[in-house]
């Protein structure tokens, strides 16, 4: 079964899987790497042959810093894992845009980029903060890498009871073209490990702490 994704920080989707995230369709996750306090799993998907992936981790620092690290889209390449080159092509509002994203895939697998649909919501019950990013048809011209067209990604933020956040990070993608297994296991599991260490390791300095993030007012 090939699996993939290209998870990065960043963004991508279906609205089919979107609202299967949000709407709890069931998914058989296996643990498949716990360390250093960050979890990751992998679950199969009805009617997909490729696997979902989910990580979770606790963080020192506020929803307030996590928004801000990644609204701040040039700064992907710093710690989202695979990826290149980010930025926004579309401000719709605070809390929509479409972003693009680059995504550097090693060698021999062909580069991956995707142009998708940046979406920010608030629980209004749980206060949880949920980032959705669906790919989609429009954006940046042909460029040498293969164009993602199915897949979605997704950041969840909640503040605990003492202060720290709780992180999840949830990708079903499909990568549009065979990967050798050894690339499918660095993208399922390992890239979303090292983006989350990388995620952690920067909110963590303080390196966000005082930015303003004027969509969470929206929120």
Known sequence: MKIKTLLILVILGSPLYVAAQIDGVEYDWQEKKNKQGIV???????????????????????????????????ACSDWAALCKESRIEERISVTESYVYVYNDVPFPVSDRDVYAHVVWTKDPETQRVTMTSTATAGGTPKTGAVRIKDAVSQWHFTTNEDGTTKVENFAHINPNGPTPAWVTNMMLVDSPFKTMKNMRKIVESGSYADAKVPLLEKL
């Not at 679950?43 to 990580?55: E, I, T, Y």
């Not at 801000?68 to 040039?74: G, K, Q, R, S, T």
């Open 40 to 74: 990751i799993f992998t679950s199969s998907v009805k009617d997909s042959s490729f696997k979902a992936v989910r990580g979770v981790m606790t963080v020192n620092a506020s929803i307030a810093s996590l928004v801000a690290l990644v609204e701040d889209m040039p």
